[in-house]
């Protein structure tokens, strides 16, 4: 009985187990991360058109490809994943720009204008927000926007400013991407050297860059997310665990109840009439559900007594095969109750019987005892 209840108690921990490894979890949510993960850098150039609030009223090219205007650029940023959906960054870009303006004569111009810029951006992922977390996506979209300062270091001087942008990211291995972003940024006050604004009002009165930026994006540390457990999924599961566990300890207490019946119930076997009882009587040997393997060592107790005997008086042994019928299909029973009537004659052969003198045979599924779980089994018997 002891071993049963360790066998029961090994049962449920292997349960356990399996339920933690397919845990059923919610779809669209996320437990939150610790400080530390979700976060990355990014490295990228650019190519930055500036429009500044000087230029206005002259008619010049409003191209971004127009060389008096655009120049390349450069930018790194350091940013973090709260959320699946929402995250910060923090972005410099700089290096080169252009001081836009025309001369006297309406003629567009541009000098050189080294710049930096510093901004603090809120971004969106909208793939994960609109479709749900999911890290095998290879392609997302992020908008972001923010505020910050810039500086011109060709004229020394500073300036608040607004961004605005959208990011679009191509998942290329476990914490490495490549990205490419368009933005906006519109500064607050003088930043190419020319003061003014022509009295205009809007767009017109301010110095803005356009830029577009293609560049690496590496993930620092964990970068996924764990979904929520499904609480009632699990208690469900649980459930239908523990009610098959049930299930098997009634049947092992019918079992326990059966070996009780037969040793009280066992007559002596001095006189020949017992013996000759004993031995024409057929013997069981259970199995589990669905099983060719043993279920209880006992019960190869007293085939061992008969195989003792056949051995020492040369006799025919019977081995039959049986399965419930309540399980199972016609022919799955018919070849599982051979297997069993083969496992039980080759332990008496094991056991010292000859196996010529063994007859085996296979009844399929049957119905003969209750409970049922007493159907699964093999019998055995000296036949002469």
Known sequence: MKKLCLALAFGAFALTGMAQEAT???????????????????????WNAWYSGQEHGHDLPASPFKKFRSNPGASIAV?????????????????????????????????????????EQVMFNLSNLL????????????????????????????????????????????????????????????????????????????????????????????????????????????????????????????????????????????????????????????????????ANPKDIVNVRALAKYAKDNNSKMLVEGYCDSATGSKEVNEKLSKKRADVVADKLVEMGVKRDNITTKAHGGVSELSPISFNRRATVQVVE
Not at 79 to 105: C, E, H, M, Q, S
Not at 182 to 205: H, M, P, Q, V, Y
């Open 24 to 46: 059923p979890t919610q779809q669209y949510s996320v437990a939150t991360n610790s400080f530390w993960s979700n976060w990355f850098v990014e490295v990228g150039g650019n």
């Open 79 to 119: 940013g973090k994943w709260f959320t699946p959906g929402i995250g910060l960054r923090t972005k410099v870009a700089g290096i080169w720009g252009k001081n836009v303006y025309a001369d006297a004569k309406g003629k567009a111009t541009g000098t050189l204008n080294r710049y930096w810029g510093v901004n």
């Open 131 to 294: 479709f749900g977390y999911n890290e095998n996506r290879v392609w997302n979209v992020i908008p972001f926007a923010g505020a910050g300062m810039g500086r011109t270091m060709t004229y020394d001087l500073y300036s608040m400013n607004y961004s605005l942008g959208i990011q679009s990211t191509w998942k290329i291995c476990k914490n490495f991407k490549i990205y490419a972003e368009a933005g906006w940024d519109r500064f607050e006050g003088d930043i190419d050297g020319n003061e003014g604004t022509n009295g205009l009002r809007g767009w017109t009165s301010h110095d803005n860059r356009l830029y577009a930026e293609v560049g690496l994006h590496f993930d620092l540390g964990k970068a996924t997310w764990n979904k929520v457990p499904d609480v009632d999924a699990l208690n469900a599961q649980y459930q239908s665990q523990l009610d098959a566990l049930k299930s098997q300890l009634d049947d092992a207490n019918a079992e326990n109840d059966r070996l009780k019946n037969l040793l009280a119930n066992q007559k002596p076997t001095e006189q020949p009439e017992s013996v000759k009882e004993f031995i024409t009587t057929p013997v069981s040997v259970f199995f589990d559900l669905g099983k060719a393997v043993v």
